[in-house]
């Protein structure tokens, strides 16, 4: 393998490909991509990105099909503990000469350079907002106690937006409009 595809994990010698119209090649590659991350999450810089692909040799140019993986890590929304998880992103892209930014991916030549695919497959799936589990409780918004650890001792917040139909019905504001009870039995 050549210098220059060792330091380019994601570059693809495809001349074989263009030169004949209707043929496929499995692909699998793995590298390390830096820059990887939104606002909630991140794929670290030292961990592996790997690309599962079939290139096919269309008209226009090379076909991209197959799915990126990677392993995230960020904070939890909720209780700002560690946070992780896994990529799986499903691609399929066109790779033409003289392309459209906005539609498709450049091939120069006869080498393809699917780091772009794989950035972008990764940024887009990035949780913004990522959870350490879907059953985190969080931090008590009162006392900054973990819920997901201890029971908070804080009352129950009121909720104004029910303070004027607590005055009709003699109770408190607490709770949901369904908790409410009229005094008289609903009649």
């Not at 692909?27 to 690309?51: F, N, T, Y």
Request: hydrophobic fraction near 35%; charge should be negative; include cysteine.
């Amino acid at each position: 393998m050549s210098r220059r595809f060792e330091e380019h994990p994601f570059l693809v010698e495809v001349g074989d490909l263009r030169r004949n119209p209707g043929t496929r090649r499995r692909i699998q590659l793995a590298g390390r991509l830096s820059g990887l991350a939104v606002s909630g999450s991140a794929v670290p810089d030292d961990a592996p990105v790997s690309l599962e692909a079939l290139l096919e040799s269309v008209h226009d140019g090379i076909l991209v099909s197959g799915t990126v993986r990677a392993r995230w890590r960020g904070s939890c929304r909720r209780c700002l503990k560690d946070a992780e998880g896994d990529l799986e992103v499903a691609v399929r892209e066109l790779c033409v000469e003289h392309g459209d930014e906005e539609t498709t991916y450049a091939l120069t030549g006869d080498q393809l350079d699917l780091e772009p695919i794989v950035h972008d497959a990764c940024i887009l799936d990035l949780p913004l907002a990522p959870l350490c589990s879907q059953e985190c409780l969080g931090l008590c918004p009162e006392c900054g106690a973990d819920r997901n650890l201890e029971p908070c001792a804080c009352a129950p917040a009121t909720d104004q937006r029910w303070a004027g139909l607590a005055l009709l019905t003699g109770g408190d504001a607490e709770g949901s409009p369904g908790e409410l009870r009229r005094k008289d039995g609903g009649r």
